[in-house]
């Protein structure tokens, strides 16, 4: 049968054809097809598939989930925000998507840098499921961004003992390994790299100085430097542990630590020459804070390192020794002075992860432990600042806060050290109070 000229062209010939209207999309069969095209890695594609779906019905969860993880995926926070903040209107206490959304908007705020923010989704999250792997994940990294390291391994500890394989944790864990590990365990690391004696009983504080330099050349991939130097690295240079596992883990002997400290010295001697620096004024090099490119045995010291990294780029953030030092010399001295008179008066320096650690566990500010927990700020440069803390007993308790907090955490690497009594954290803990409250001030 033909069609003839009807004014309907386009719906007669549909029916003379037999052709039915096509049944709207189900909501099932649209999320489908939006996964498939995620999954085959086209994620503008899916995206647009997912804005369909929403269409379908803007109340449903998924639809919007999806669509938020597509846009989050093209680095669309605005749009993945307003799809996930859709949902969490929607979603019901039992949902078991609440978690999930809690954490994935903690991810956008992390993205935007806005800590505060991202920690309080992220507890949000954390309340609702404390296994979310994706939340103590985030914590810690934003612990370990603002110095405190010791409690950014702690929920990267939590989060591989839900999910051992998870990548992201392991390999921040292992970043962190000289600032969490205890006595024994970095004794232990130690013995695996074959730089200390097995009878070894003690960590001496040599060798744990020892142990952080050897880890901090594993971090900067000295094995691949190393196996880059040479067509074949000799065998005492790299020790590996739990071989043909997912844990497989390479490291520096103590021989291969030497070995790698040497070539990198030769080579950063060259690296200085090229940089127009005269062969007599090379181990005479110091960084902008004064602080020596070369040991006496002409490898790099740890600013050194930075210094020659910097070098490699055409950046020159070395001093020949003609040159001054910012600050003055006359400010230094006057720094110097203070210090002396603070360890005199019965104060001790910590370094800005124990103080970033002291104002996670009190929640105080940096003004109030200064102005009322008796934390000394000695300002260096604009950006670099000095931390002390008072280690006598004082008459008021407040000003014991951060030495108590500093030797607990000691404590946790080292049971033999003596934690100081204190009596305001003490009938704190009994109603679970902390020291200040959230914004930042004395708890009155």
Not at 26 to 47: H, R
Not at 189 to 200: D, G, S, T, W
Not at 341 to 364: D, H, N, P, V, W
């Amino acid at each position: 049968m033909r069609c003839l000229k009807p004014f309907s062209v386009s719906l007669l010939c549909a029916l003379c054809a037999g052709s039915a209207l096509a049944a709207p999309e189900t909501m099932t069969a649209c999320l489908e097809q939006g996964k498939k095209a995620y999954a085959d890695k086209q994620v503008s594609q899916a995206k647009d598939i997912f804005v369909r779906c929403v269409k379908i019905n803007p109340a449903d969860e998924q639809a919007q989930l999806s669509l938020a993880g597509a846009l989050v995926t093209l680095d669309d926070l605005d749009g993945a925000e307003k799809a996930f903040s859709a949902a969490l209107s929607k979603m019901k206490r039992t949902s078991p998507y609440l978690s999930y959304t809690y954490s994935m908007l903690g991810d956008i705020a992390l993205k935007r840098r806005q800590n505060k923010e991202a920690l309080a989704l992220y507890g949000k999250s954390l309340e609702i499921n404390a296994a979310n792997v994706n939340s103590l994940v985030g914590k810690g990294v934003i612990l370990e961004y603002q110095g405190d390291k010791l409690g950014a391994s702690d929920f990267y500890r939590s989060a591989l003992a839900v999910e051992p394989l998870n990548l992201v944790a392991r390999k921040r864990l292992v970043n962190l390994e000289p600032e969490y590990m205890t006595d024994a365990e970095i004794l232990a690391a130690l013995k695996q790299r074959y730089a200390v004696k097995p009878e070894v009983k003690e960590l001496s504080p040599e060798n744990r100085t020892l142990f952080a330099s050897i880890h901090k050349a594993e971090q900067r991939r000295g094995i691949d430097y190393l196996k880059n130097k040479y067509p074949k690295v000799p065998a005492e240079f790299i020790v590996t542990i739990n071989k043909k596992t997912e844990f497989e883990r390479e490291m520096l002997t103590l021989t291969g630590y030497t070995a790698l400290q040497k070539h990198i010295g030769q080579d950063a001697l060259g690296v200085f020459q090229r940089a127009g620096v005269p062969i007599k004024d090379v181990f005479a090099l110091r960084n902008t804070k004064g602080e020596k490119v070369f040991k006496e045995d002409s490898t790099l010291t740890d600013a050194g390192f930075t210094v020659y990294t910097e070098a490699l780029q055409n950046r020159k953030t070395f001093l020949l020794p003609h040159e001054a030092l910012p600050p003055t010399p006359q400010y230094m001295a006057q720094v110097s002075m203070r210090e002396k008179e603070l360890k005199e008066a019965g104060y001790i320096e910590i370094s800005r992860a124990e103080f970033k650690m002291i104002e996670t566990q009190t929640r105080c500010s940096e003004d109030t432990l200064r102005d009322k927990l008796g934390v000394y700020v000695l300002p260096i440069t604009k950006n670099t600042r000095r931390y002390f803390v008072f280690t006598r007993t004082p008459k008021d308790p407040l000003k014991g806060v951060p030495y108590y907090y500093l030797m607990a955490a000691h404590a946790k690497r080292n049971p033999k050290i003596k934690v100081p009594r204190n009596s305001l954290i003490e009938s704190y803990a009994l109603y679970g109070y902390t020291v200040c409250l959230d914004d930042g001030n004395l708890l009155q």
